[in-house]
T-cell receptor, first 115, second 114 residues
Framework: RKEVEQDPGPFNVPEGATVAFNCTYS??????FFWYRQDCRKEPKLLMS???SGNEDGRFTAQLNRASQYISLLIRDSKLSDSATYLC????????????????FGQGTTLQVKP | SQTIHQWPATLVQPVGSPLSLECTVE??????LYWYRQAAGRGLQLLFY??????ISSEVPQNLSASRPQDRQFILSSKKLLLSDSGFYLC?????????????FGNGTRLTVT
């Protein structure tokens, strides 16, 4: 099993649509979770952190289910500018004293928003 | 504010030639530093990380090496490049004080080995 698995893409949606991405992770000791966005031929950029209680940033909502080791990202009212690859990212720590800060990246899910 | 610089942006090198990519971080002290590689159409793979000067951990066996001669400087090297070394190389940092922080990436170096 891969350490971080994401929905296979691509997702092709019309402007204004709501789209959801899912991600599962294998390391039950992980303590931090993120969604990154990567535009074509660019570096990944942090979209949002994911907290146990769920969190929202404008049109974006992230949720975490520790029991199922599952993370989701919901994008409402999609814009053309949302077209990108979305990376699910999980801390690789195996114990509480692990301070290496290593992050494991999923393969990414590509979103294409069409007019 | 903190910034991370990575250079060069693009590089074309012949097989068997040496490689040196450099990354520096400004505006912070004692960062954790990382080198990732993204092959064409693939995910990000962690190559090396460092929690301090001279401290390098390798994640995968390969043709590359890393060094950290100064607190905010991280260098990726190879003595002889292989075709399989082509890819998008990304340097990143996090504050050492917070091991649960997100990574902040440099702009990356796109390496093509011919």
């Amino acid at each position: 099993r891969k350490e971080v698995e994401q929905d296979p893409g691509p997702f092709n949606v019309p402007e204004g649509a709501t789209v959801a991405f899912n991600c599962t992770y294998s390391n039950s000791a992980s303590q931090s979770f993120f969604w990154y966005r990567q535009d074509c031929r660019k570096e990944p950029k942090l979209l949002m952190s994911v907290y146990s209680s769920g969190n929202e940033d404008g049109r974006f909502t992230a949720q975490l289910n520790r029991a199922s080791q599952y993370i989701s990202l919901l994008i409402r009212d999609s814009k053309l500018s949302d077209s990108a690859t979305y990376l699910c990212v999980v801390n690789a720590a195996t114990a509480f004293w692990d301070n290496t800060g290593k992050l494991i990246f999923g393969q990414g899910t590509t979103l294409q928003v069409k007019p | 504010s903190q910034t991370i610089h990575q250079w060069p942006a693009t590089l074309v090198q012949p097989v068997g030639s040496p490689l040196s990519l450099e990354c520096t971080v400004e505006g912070t002290s004692n960062p954790n530093l990382y080198w990732y590689r993204q092959a064409a159409g693939r995910g990000l793979q962690l190559l090396f990380y460092s929690v301090g000067i001279g401290q390098i951990s390798s994640e995968v066996p390969q043709n590359l090496s890393a060094s950290r001669p100064q607190d905010r400087q991280f260098i990726l090297s190879s003595k002889k490049l292989l075709l399989s070394d082509s890819g998008f190389y990304l340097c990143a940092w996090t504050p050492r004080a917070s091991s649960n922080s997100p990574l902040h990436f440099g702009n990356g170096t796109r390496l093509t080995v011919t």
